[in-house]
């Protein structure tokens, strides 16, 4: 099975993270053929960001 990274930059992306993370899986829930692996990277966020990401 071939995999897809998606890899996104976060900066106090608290209230859009989970709903981020959501909508990336619905679409490879579509993609049967691909495994995908979802990397934030958090670039010092001074809100609850990482810990939403975490969660």
């Not at 995999?3 to 989970?18: A, K, P, Q, Y």
């Not at 909508?23 to 934030?40: C, K, M, N, T, W």
């Amino acid at each position: 099975m071939k995999l897809i990274s998606v890899v996104t930059g976060c900066f106090n992306e608290e209230d859009n993270v989970e709903e981020l993370h959501s909508r990336i899986r619905a679409q490879f829930e579509r993609l049967p053929a691909y495994d995908y692996e979802h990397i934030f990277i958090d670039n010092a966020s001074t809100d609850a960001t990482v810990q939403r990401i975490k969660a």
